[in-house]
Antibody, heavy 119, light 108 residues
Framework: QVQLQQSGPGLVKPSQTLSLTCAVSGFSISSGGSSWSWIRQPPGKGLEWIGYSYHNGVTYYNPSLRSRVTISVDKAKNQFSLEVTSVTAADTAVYYC???????????WGQGTTVIVSS | EIVLTQSPATLSVSPGERATLSCRASQSVSSNLAWYQQKPGQAPRLLLYGASTRATDIPDRFSGSGSGTDFTLTISSLQSEDFAVYYCQQYNNWPPFTFGPGTKVDIK
């Protein structure tokens, strides 16, 4: 059974860097055809794509966030990570990691991490 | 960026009744359209992909149709556990993949 377990701080100060990790179990992050996504949901709002990465490091970012976002894959630890730099209150959201397999959309999701940007 | 519009914003339905949700894309997404269900405090759950293919363990009361720009999610007989917010998502055109604003299905 594939499971994604998220970790990271729930409170980040403005202008600092938000860092989250998603540990994958029951599936190899290096499996062909799989990619690894981050999606966020501001309070009371809808879902926003952040970006995704293949295990070989090829990444795709939402143009609205590209200058501040990095998604990386650690094959040795079977996990992937998100960094968002220079955060503001607008980055306050529930952040989700998820798996995309083959040409299908996200089929397995992490539990979500609430991140509040506040001093 | 492809914009998805969902209607209605809220749908009030009695248990056992049929619910029909709509999703319209600003340009063709072929059949690369998914539907998700989200309950409060939970991550979205994939219901359908490829416009009409049910994901693993999704009951057959959920069905989808459409291609191009117009799509429909039908719940044939609403159960108590089906009251939730439903999002459509296009994964045909990047960047970025986009979600609709959601339809809330609540109890009438």
């Amino acid at each position: 059974q594939v499971q994604l377990q998220q970790s990271g701080p729930g409170l980040v100060k403005p202008s600092q860097t938000l860092s989250l990790t998603c540990a994958v179990s029951g599936f190899s992050i290096s499996s062909g055809g799989s990619s690894w996504s981050w999606i966020r949901q501001p309070p009371g709002k809808g879902l926003e794509w952040i970006g995704y990465s293949y295990h070989n490091g090829v990444t795709y970012y939402n143009p609205s966030l590209r200058s501040r976002v990095t998604i990386s894959v650690d094959k040795a630890k079977n996990q992937f990570s998100l960094e968002v730099t220079s955060v503001t209150a607008a980055d306050t959201a529930v952040y989700y990691c998820a798996r995309r397999y083959s040409s299908s959309p996200e089929d397995v999701w992490g539990q979500g991490t609430t991140v509040i940007v506040s001093s | 960026e492809i914009v998805l519009t969902q209607s209605p914003a809220t749908l009030s339905v009695s248990p056992g009744e049929r619910a029909t949700l709509s999703c319209r894309a600003s340009q063709s997404v072929s059949s690369n359209l998914a539907w998700y269900q989200q309950k409060p405090g939970q991550a979205p759950r994939l219901l359908l992909y490829g416009a009409s293919t049910r994901a693993t363990d999704i009951p057959d009361r959920f069905s989808g149709s459409g291609s191009g720009t117009d799509f429909t999610l039908t719940i044939s007989s609403l159960q108590s556990e089906d009251f939730a917010v439903y999002y459509c998502q296009q994964y045909n055109n990047w960047p970025p993949f986009t979600f609709g604003p959601g339809t809330k299905v609540d109890i009438k």
